[in-house]
Each structure stands twice: as C-alpha cells, then as structure tokens.
C-alpha cells in the first residue's frame, strides 16, 4: 500500500496556471502506474491523466489535452500535474492515485491507492 497525499490546488482565474504535487510513502512508488482524476459537484470521478513508471507513456483526457501535462520525479516519490489555460469547467477535486497493476488505467476503479483530493477552483 501507499500513501498519497495531494497539495497544490486552490482558486484561480481562467487563462491562470497550477502545479498540482502528489507526494507518495510506503510501498516502492518507482514501479507504481499514477493517474489523475477529478470529481465536480453532482458528477462521477473522471480520468485526467496518467504516466508509467518509466515516464514514457502519458494519456490524457481530451478535455484536458494539450493545457495538462503530467510528469513524475522518482528520486522524490512525487507525481505533479501542471495546468495552464484552465477554464471553469475545471473545477472539481483532484485526486492522485495509483495502480499496482503495471498497465496504464483510465478507469477509476482500476487504481488501488486515492489520495484524500486538492480542490481546484476556477473563476470566470
């Protein structure tokens, strides 16, 4: 098991940037496949992003497409999720999370550890 925790969010105006951090302890954090996802009011959790263990591989959701970019520092056990360009439709929790499984997820069901979510608030 790991333990995640999620720093990072805030309010923001649109067109505005934040670098969202997800620190992880306890189990091996290099091998782990870390996703992010989000939940707004009323709606279900949705992917935002992932990344292999190596880097290499990094999906996104289309919404989020070309404005996210994740990335991961292995010597720190930290995954972030910079976003730029945010509109109000961002606004939700974000959450970090991670999957043991060695295959990259974008269903939520699929990741084993949740952090406990950052709030990120965009204003119009």
């Known amino acids: 098991q790991v333990q995640l925790v999620e720093s990072g969010g805030g309010l923001v105006q649109a067109g505005g940037s934040l670098r969202l951090s997800c620190a992880a302890s306890?189990?091996?954090?290099?091998?782990?496949?870390m996703g992010w996802f989000r939940q707004a009011p009323g709606k279900e959790r949705e992917f935002v992003a992932a990344i292999s263990w190596s880097g290499d591989t990094t999906p996104y959701a289309d919404s989020v497409k070309g404005r996210f970019t994740i990335s991961r520092d292995n010597a720190k056990n930290t995954v972030y999720l910079q976003m730029s360009s945010l509109k109000p439709e961002d606004t939700a929790v974000y959450y970090c999370a991670a999957s043991y499984a060695g295959v990259i997820w974008t269903t939520p069901r699929k990741y084993d550890d949740w952090g406990q979510g950052t709030q990120v608030t965009v204003s119009s």
């Open positions: 306890g189990r091996t954090f290099s091998s782990n496949v």
